[in-house]
């Protein structure tokens, strides 16, 4: 039997508990830090020589020349053109899902004028070039690359800039065909710290970016940490996580197999169970026990249910929903009657599946709303990713000279009470005799 943690909303200390539980802090290892302050630098400094460098080294490559790691859209095509009829028709139906969910989210440009004719605003404008990191080799995340080039072409992005790493020289073409369909505009074949660097400084050959997005390991995501504020990027994703409420009408194998679906990323990925009926809890871990032989990844699954999934009976619904909100998850699966009543009651959540049919794994790949969400709690104060991540807002101000008489008076006042004379003086000009 596996050995899965349970708490009882009736416990003593149940929400001390349950933090405990929950605790997972995205420290920065010291001798990973230390690794990839030095891969920084030296790319900062030596550009592509550095990246050629710790390519050949961490991916077991032999690049003689920086030409030999990007890949040209005829070779993104033939990636597409190569793979089976399903699979085409697959990332082409999932990108028009993310597409036509993106362009709902468009911000756009608007002003106001005010009656003494001065005129307030915002300007939205899309960034110049967003680079994404995609994992390479073994793994295969096309979802990854759909879920992220889309929404910002979506944001009108002019250009797309992809890094991922090929050790040993293997090429995905999942991963290069789903590039074509999203619209990627240039790909390296580089990845690690090193291709973190070249997207925030540029290279000879890599071009500087404003923002980068995608998935990574450990190295990947300090370095996205450090070169913060050089570049933007869109988060330091910990563990992914889901969380189930089940009022107890579920197939119970359905519910087994939706916390396998996290479990199976790796060994610390967290999968929750809250329930009100204690026999279907009871009928949850049955399936479990029995499902989890059948699973390819059940030395992971097995590690991740006995180190962080937590099984926790409530009363009732409205308790159900107190501690769903209380632990803010990536993904929330509402298995319920009224499934969309109760999701109104739902503060903090990355994405809520609303219904007994709806699998967070449908959300993974194609429902359309996009994959990237905030973990660890982290979705009481931030969003999924989206088209406006890709977007800048710029404020508009356009005074009249009656405007500017009137606010004149307001900011001198404002500025002599802060010591700014010329600030004051700069205002005062303005004003009318």
């Known amino acids: 039997m596996l050995n899965i943690s349970s708490l009882s909303y009736s416990d003593a200390n149940f929400y001390q508990q349950l933090d405990k539980l929950l605790a997972w802090e995205a420290s920065i290892d010291g001798d990973i830090a230390k690794i990839v302050a030095d891969i920084l630098i030296d790319v900062k400094k030596r550009g592509n020589a550095a990246v050629i460098e710790y390519t050949n080294k961490f991916d077991r490559m032999s690049l003689a020349d920086a030409s030999e790691f990007e890949l040209n859209k005829e070779q993104l095509q033939q990636a597409l053109d190569s793979i089976g009829d399903e699979q085409r028709e697959a990332l082409e139906t999932a990108a028009q899902r993310i597409r036509d969910y993106a362009e709902h989210q ?74 074509a369909v999203a619209g990627v505009d240039r790909v390296f074949t580089i990845g690690g710290a090193q291709a973190v660097a070249a997207l925030a400084y540029g290279t000879e050959t ?64 967290q999968s929750i169970l809250i329930c009100p009926d204690e026999d279907f809890i009871e009928q949850v871990k049955q399936s479990i026990e029995r499902l989890l032989e059948e699973m390819p990844r059940k030395d992971i699954i097995r590690t991740s249910l006995e180190n962080r999934a937590i099984i926790i009976s409530v009363t009732d619904m409205e308790q159900a929903i107190e501690v769903a909100n209380h632990i803010a998850p990536e993904h929330l699966e509402l298995s319920v009657d009224d499934a969309e009543a109760w999701a109104k009651k739902i503060r903090h959540a990355g994405a809520i599946f609303m219904g007994r049919y709806t699998a967070e794994a449908l959300g993974d790949y194609c429902a359309g709303p996009n994959h990237v969400l905030p973990t660890s709690g982290t979705a009481r104060f931030s969003s999924p990713l989206g088209v406006y991540d890709f977007q800048k807002r710029t404020s508009l101000i356009g005074c009249s000279a009656d405007g500017a008489s009137e606010l004149g008076k307001t900011a001198s006042i404002l500025a002599h009470g802060e010591g700014l004379t010329a600030h004051a003086r700069s205002a005062e000009y303005r004003i009318k005799k």
């Open 106 to 179: 468009k911000l756009e440009s608007w002003s106001f004028t005010e009656a003494d004719g001065t005129i307030l605003g915002q300007s939205i404008n899309p960034m110049d070039r967003v680079g994404l990191y995609v994992p390479g080799g073994k793994a295969a995340y096309p979802s990854s690359v759909l879920m992220n080039a889309i929404p910002a072409k979506v944001a009108g992005v002019p250009e797309l800039i992809m890094v991922v790493p090929t050790p040993d020289g293997e090429v995905n073409q999942l991963v290069m065909a789903a590039a």
């Open 206 to 269: 890599v071009p500087k970016v404003d923002k980068i997005t995608g998935p990574g390991n450990s190295f990947v995501a300090t370095a996205k940490r450090m070169v913060f504020g050089v570049v933007g990027i869109d988060m330091i994703a910990g563990p992914s996580e889901i969380l189930v409420v089940c009022d107890g009408k579920t197939d119970p194998d359905w519910i087994a197999m939706d916390l396998f679906s996290q479990a199976e990323h790796d060994e610390e990925a």
